[in-house]
């Protein structure tokens, strides 16, 4: 299922807001839809959102928008995720050295993706035994990209060298993207799944019901990686009972240059906290703190799998 397609000078993007009970597919007209669409999270994982920002700029150049101030807008979408700021720049790149179109380049990174994801499958299932029950975090499946995923890339690659592999999926509130998403993806790949809420991952480790964890991540950079919230918790519990804990990511989601410590943190809606589903689930008056990500220092990580093979944390 792919999260995304070009037809007719438009961007289709699966809505994943709506999904696992619908598969509604969201017309984006002009740039300001997709960046819409990702604020909203109709359309998230760090190299989908990539991706998509560049169809962005696309959309902006057919409508004879100024490329600079849709770059800057596209950009303020969602300020942790690297990949996005990368797709944009690469696409105003490829205008300056007259490479290609803003579609032309979009429509390369659409390809890529997929390429780039079975590399990283390919390279992680090397860490992947067979009989491991493999517990992930959030989604970095092919929802979370254009196709095939990152660290259920890993699992799906492993599936296919014939080991048998059990997935056991967190919930990951509050928006449930291990839930609605990673369940869903392990249920259309047949391959067994098992979901917990997110204060049960520390146990079924002290259990010895996890042999491996891998997750995704929105930023690669010095001393460690941003992740989905929630991410720091698992990755402490590893450590503590010796369960080797891996990221997959895209070299577009490295930031060599900076600390991780210096990334800016996205602080979402509180309403996304106070509710489950439509349904309040705290008083009136309730102060919330809603980051979306936190940091997993490279102490607590065994390996970084990309497309390059599996490289040491920096």
């Known amino acids: 299922m792919k999260t995304m397609y070009w037809k007719d000078n438009e961007l289709h993007l699966l809505d994943q807001t709506k999904l696992p009970d619908e598969v509604v597919y969201m017309q984006c007209k002009t740039y300001m839809d997709v960046i819409d669409a990702i604020k909203t999270m109709k359309v998230r994982g760090a190299p989908a959102i990539g991706v998509a920002a560049a169809f962005g700029m696309a959309l902006a150049e057919l409508a004879g928008e100024k490329m600079e101030k849709a770059a ?20 105003l790149q490829a205008k300056e050295t007259g490479s290609g179109s803003a579609l032309d380049e979009a429509l390369k990174m659409y390809d890529e993706d997929v390429e780039t994801n079975r590399a990283i499958g390919k390279n992680g299932a090397a860490v992947i035994d067979d009989g491991d029950t493999v517990l992930t975090h959030c989604n970095a499946g092919a929802l979370a990209c254009v196709d095939y995923g990152t660290a259920l890339g890993v699992i799906r690659a492993a599936r296919d060298e014939g080991k048998k592999i059990n997935v056991i999926c967190d919930e990951t509130r509050p928006l449930g993207q291990g839930a609605r998403l990673s369940v869903f993806e392990m249920q259309q790949e047949k391959i067994p799944v098992k979901l917990i809420v997110d204060s049960a991952a520390g146990h079924m480790m002290q259990k010895g019901m996890v042999q491996k964890i891998v997750i995704g991540a929105d930023r690669v950079a010095k001393g460690g990686v941003a992740n ?25 989601t490295f930031d060599e240059e900076n600390s991780i410590y210096d990334v800016k943190i996205e602080e979402r809606d509180p309403d996304e906290v106070l509710h489950f589903g439509k349904c309040r689930i ?3 008056g309730t102060e919330v703190e809603n ?24």
């Open 291 to 314: 980051p979306a990500f936190d940091i997993v220092p490279s102490d607590l990580i065994a390996g970084i799998i990309t497309e390059e093979g599996i490289l040491e944390p920096f």
């Open 72 to 91: 800057d807008e596209i950009k303020s979408a969602r300020p942790t995720a690297v990949n996005l700021f990368w797709a944009v720049d690469r696409v």
């Open 282 to 284: 705290a008083p009136e």
């Open 228 to 252: 989905k919230i929630g991410s720091l918790m698992v990755a402490l519990a590893a450590k503590r009972f010796g369960v080797p804990f891996y990221v997959a990511a895209p070299k577009s």
